[in-house]
């Protein structure tokens, strides 16, 4: 009976450990849940301006500090999110929200611009392929300071500024949330912090 429990054992480790590396793979496609702190620095002073409107939209300008927390200067990729997102409601606060919504995010933007890097396919229920945005981005290299094309140097504080702009349209949604993504020259994601901006539909 030993015997059988202990080969019993050791053939379901094999299984448990390429379970966990397949998760491992598909982490990156799904950005974390949960706001991400860390000590290494804080980010603080976030602001959002919106400014006098211009013939092509409504323009959103972020502002925040980024300050440092140790005694050596460190090198991050930064990346600065814009969007419109649906809110998912229930009947009462007893229920699970539905997440049946194809269209979560209405609108979206991006610092570094590159809207491409927030795009993943995704299988809907019949196994069709479509396109999604996920708030994390595919290369976190590009999350560079675009003055030096370099990582951001972080030796006492900096000062973080980007405008994001919401053109007019048909079925206009203003940005209603602001994501803030830090990542250190590892490209391991130290601060993640999801912020409200109060919503305007026309």
């Known amino acids: 009976m030993k015997r059988i429990l202990t080969l019993i054992i050791i053939m379901l480790f094999p299984v448990v450990g390429f379970s966990q590396g397949e998760q491992s793979q598909k982490d990156k496609t799904i950005f974390p849940v949960q706001a991400v702190t860390t000590k290494l620095f804080t980010v603080k002073n976030?602001?959002?301006n919106k400014l006098i409107p211009n013939s092509e939209g409504e323009v959103l300008e972020v502002e925040f500090e980024v300050e440092n927390g140790i005694n050596a200067p460190q090198n991050l990729y930064i990346f600065v999110i814009a969007s419109y997102e649906s809110s998912y409601k229930t009947k009462s606060s007893f229920e699970s929200p539905s997440l049946e919504d194809p269209n979560e995010i209405k609108f979206i933007?991006?610092?570094p611009e590159d809207l491409s890097n927030f795009e993943y396919s995704q299988k809907d229920k019949s196994g069709a392929e479509k396109k999604v945005y996920i708030k994390y981005p595919k290369n976190i290299k590009a999350g560079v300071d675009p003055k030096t094309g370099k990582l951001y140097l972080l030796e006492e504080s900096i000062i973080f500024r980007t405008k994001f702009l919401s053109q007019?349209?048909?079925?206009?949604?203003?940005?209603?949330?602001i994501t803030v993504l830090i990542f250190d020259e590892g490209e391991n994601l130290l601060y993640r912090q999801v912020f409200k901006v109060k919503e305007k539909k026309r």
């Not at 007019?168 to 949330?177: D, Q």
């Open 46 to 48: 976030i602001s959002f």
């Open 109 to 111: 933007k991006a610092f």
């Open 168 to 177: 007019y349209r048909k079925n206009y949604y203003f940005f209603n949330e």
